[in-house]
């Protein structure tokens, strides 16, 4: 497969290097002082806090060059309007792989319907420096596949190709009919837990706050009771319905665990509230254009 991927954070870059790992075609995108370091040292990753650092020799870029069978966008919400431009002339079918909650309709409008895809990375890590510290993996997060589907909901060719392609390099990936729902369902949960935390300090900070950790389920229960389909996936619908005092307690220990903490809710960087100001914008056009 000749795959572009879009973004060389920590989800874009740990994705590029498994699939170069896997023997793909792969080229990751990248600009400025990342794209620097990346053509004089490659992809270097960590498991979390440990000492040995792996460099994977990904061939970079700074501009979409040509024709791809797959182009994987790994970019904060806000920085989509930027990217969909930049991919307007470039053939290849495009997987978004990020926080969305507006739909596909405003994607497909730029680069044409029929190349939409849409995913979530189940992925988590944080940027030390250069390297990409990623979470280490374990029996639970081994099972979270990585959901991608068609805006439409079929099982494509396209669709399966893909998802047997991620698995046969390593990365779980499974076919979600109902990506768009899903996505919505996601940023309902994440709006809310991404302001706190970075209202907060960090997620630990957040932990130790019990009353912020109660406002903060409050907004979360809000959003799910204003979603106008049923939650996907349904484990959601669990905030809604056990008692305030049992989540309270279950999110607390989650904002304490090393999940949490070796995540994208430690990054405190301007970028992060800019991401949840457009994502909480989005969540809420459907019920303002009532």
Known sequence: MKLLVYGAGVCGS??????????????????????????????????????????VPVPVVEHPDGGYDLITVFVRTHQVDAVLESLAGVQGDVLFLLNWAAGPETLGAVIGHERVLLGFPTTGGTMDGDVVRYRKSNFITRRVAIPI?????????????????????GINAKAEPQMDTWLRTHAAFEVPLGQAVHAAGGPAALADDPDAVRAMLHLMRQNLAAMETPLVPRAFAALRALPQGLLVAVLRRFLKSPTAVHSGLNDPSPATAAELKRLAEQLRAPAEAR
């Open 14 to 55: 740990l994705f590029a290097a498994r699939m170069h790992e896997a023997g793909h075609d792969v080229s990751l995108l990248a600009r400025g002082e990342r794209l620097t370091a990346l053509r004089r040292r490659g992809v270097q990753l960590a498991e979390e806090d440990g000492p040995a650092v792996q460099r």
């Open 149 to 169: 589907g068609e805006p439409d909901g079929r099982t494509t060719p396209r669709l399966v190709r893909i998802v047997e392609t991620f698995r046969t390099a």
